[in-house]
């Protein structure tokens, strides 16, 4: 079965620095890659996603992510970040065959920004 | 607006009763999912149905029942929970497929579950 870890549990930041939450999975097949936000008192949103073609993506709010197959990870990146960026971040992962439905979420990395 | 919606956003049950949640998805997808969000814990898959049919069940304690009658709504039956139980518990949806490949999950508010 595949699973994720996120190495950051809490990452506090000013504003205007710039952001890396890791993420790697282990799965020994193709996956899908997903990064999601949970802003205080909201529902999980997905920030991201990843299925196939180029390893960077875009998201929404100015985050990006890449892929790095040889390394099993999925790592989020901002330059430059937002108070309104505070919030709890998740990395998932599904298999596109033979895993388990639904997706499998790290921990979640939480990311205090100081004004 | 999520197109997923969840009641009640907060139950507070003692340990002999029976309650459900509720869920249901206004956005035509046909794969439902029920996750545990607790503090410090990964989010954890509960149940999945994929077309009313349920394909995951991760060794979950039968004093959860789960029920999917319509591809719209999904309920959790609760009763003679422990307080290790109290929770988030997070309704999602997705498109389903025959062959259970999961796309993105739109997730519900959750339901706040506190067991006396």
């Known amino acids: 079965a595949q699973s994720v870890s996120q190495h950051n549990h809490h990452v506090i930041l000013s504003e205007a620095a710039s952001l890396e939450l890791g993420c790697n999975y282990s799965y020994g097949g193709t996956v899908n890659l997903f990064w999601y936000v949970q802003y205080p008192g909201q529902h999980l949103q997905l920030l991201l996603k990843y299925f196939s073609g180029d390893p960077l993506v875009k998201g929404i709010k100015g985050f990006e992510a890449e892929f790095i197959k040889s390394k099993f990870s999925f790592n989020l990146r901002k330059p430059s970040v937002q108070w309104s960026d505070t919030a709890e971040y998740f990395c998932?992962?599904?298999?596109?065959?033979?895993?388990?439905?639904?997706?499998?979420f790290g921990k979640g990395t939480h990311l205090i920004i100081q004004p | 607006e999520t197109g997923v919606t969840q009641t009640p956003r907060h139950l507070v049950m003692g340990m002999t009763n029976k309650k459900s949640l509720k869920c249901e998805q206004h956005?035509?997808?046909?794969?439902m999912y029920w996750y545990k969000q607790s503090a410090k814990k990964p989010l954890e898959l509960m149940f999945v149905y994929n077309f009313k049919e349920q394909t995951e069940n991760n060794s979950v304690p039968s004093r959860f029942s789960p029920e999917c009658p319509n591809s719209s709504h999904l309920f959790l039956h609760l009763h003679t929970l422990q307080p290790e139980d109290s929770a988030l518990y997070l309704c999602?949806?997705?498109?389903?497929?025959?062959?259970?490949?999961?796309?993105?999950?739109?997730f519900g508010e959750g339901s706040r579950l506190t067991v006396l």
């Open positions: 999602a949806s997705s498109q389903g497929s025959v062959s259970g490949y999961t796309g993105e999950l739109f």
């Open positions: 998932a992962v599904n298999a596109q065959e033979g895993g388990a439905d639904g997706l499998t």
């Open positions: 956005l035509g997808h046909n794969a």
